[in-house]
DNA sequence: ATATAATATTAGCATATTTTAATGTATCGC
DNA sequence: GCGATACATTAAAATATGCTAATATTATAT
């Protein structure tokens, strides 16, 4: 394989996950998770979007690895999947406060 | 203000920011910087891709104050603008490593 | 079994992003 | 100045993303 190959992969799989942050709404979802477990009415009350757009964010970032489900008799609650993930969160935050 | 719309707006910031990480040759060109200072000719070699593509991604991250250029000669030559950037990208590395 | 509440999925349209190709600008050596 | 090298910008075509509206699923309660 060639040189570099490997690193462009690693590249690529990172960017898809990027991707997936640059949303506003989906950031501000992720952020309202890194305070903990939420249900998607919950979500909803706080985000302000239409419940359809909070489901597809919320079933994006779980298929990116990013949240995880689990239901409560008729409602879903989601929380982050890894707790390293708000420390980037607030670096970033850190790195390019305006 | 209403409440939550500080942080919305943080979000969106960094969304913008994580928008222009999120293109598999930016972020490539952003770790290739991450190992010093390149002039785009260098970074079109292990790219690969056309120079007014590099270019273009270039312009992005420096608009986006990801990184900084400075002419030297004939050539441009541009490096990471803030030290902690490496140190982001290898931490979802290891988060979301296949 | 039916109704209701909560969430998920889908398709189609509007918009934004990326790519391509052509052209423009700046610096150096002659 | 002229040519050559290195890089930047632009416009238009191709592609991907996000939103809306309608519909489907899942679980609970009566």
Partial sequence: MAKGSQEKKRCARIAAIFKTLSHPQRLFLLCCLCEGEAA?????????APQPVISQ???????EGL???RR???SVRYRI???RIPA???S???IFEP
Same sequence: chains 1, 2.
């Fill in 72 to 74: 409560t008799g008729t």
């Fill in 40 to 48: 998607v009415s919950d979500l909803q009350k706080v985000c302000g």
């Fill in 92 to 94: 970033m935050e850190k």
């Fill in 67 to 69: 949240v995880k489900a």
């Fill in 81 to 83: 999947a890894d707790p």
């Fill in 57 to 63: 964010h919320l079933s994006r970032m779980r298929r």
């Fill in 88 to 90: 980037i969160v607030r």
